[in-house]
């Protein structure tokens, strides 16, 4: 049986983490678990009779080598430290790039909806007007309105998200 088909056969996930959790009373407890399934997956489970203490016991030794690596260079996470802010709020090159291609998505899908939906939509969402104040300007049923809406949300959302995935 391979690493992968054993932790498929396993529903252990959150157990192992809250074990980790506990054990390790560290902020990074997901990372361990991770760093120590990926190390058991590199290694296979033959010859391991225990994979889940195999497991346990990589996550301790990770972080064991962890917490002496943070005290020799005199690290510690924003997590431990309440109050103190990173030292740059603003998004990286990387996420600027996707916010761009994500708002052209967006806006390339707006434009491709009817003229009356992109106003109830934008009357909605930019004015702040309820169901009830736009249909009343347009003098349309509220169900016209949530539909017009319903229908621009799914259209959008589809949008990013065949976008995405191409």
């Keep these: 049986m391979s690493a992968a088909e054993w932790c498929l056969r396993q529903s252990v996930w959150t157990s192992l983490y809250e074990r980790i959790r506990r054990q ?44 002496r690596r943070e005290k020799r260079v005199g690290f510690s996470s924003f997590d431990a430290q309440e109050g103190i802010e990173p030292v740059c709020l603003q998004p990286g090159p990387e996420r600027v790039l996707l916010g761009r291609e994500q708002l052209e998505r967006v806006r390339v899908a ?5 003229a009356r939906t992109s106003r109830i939509f934008l009357m909605h969402r930019l004015d702040g007007l309820t169901y009830g104040r736009i249909a009343k300007t347009l003098e349309l049923s509220v169900s016209t309105i949530e539909k017009s809406i319903a229908r621009a949300l799914a259209h959008l959302a589809l949008a990013l998200m065949h976008d995405g995935l191409s």
């Design 110 to 114: 707006f434009a491709a909806l009817d």
């Design 24 to 67: 390790n009373r560290r902020s990074d407890s997901d990372d361990l678990l991770q760093t120590a399934l990926m190390h058991l997956f590199e290694r296979g489970v033959e010859g391991i009779d225990h994979p889940e203490a195999y497991v346990l016991r990589t996550a301790r030794n990770l972080a064991i080598d962890r917490a």
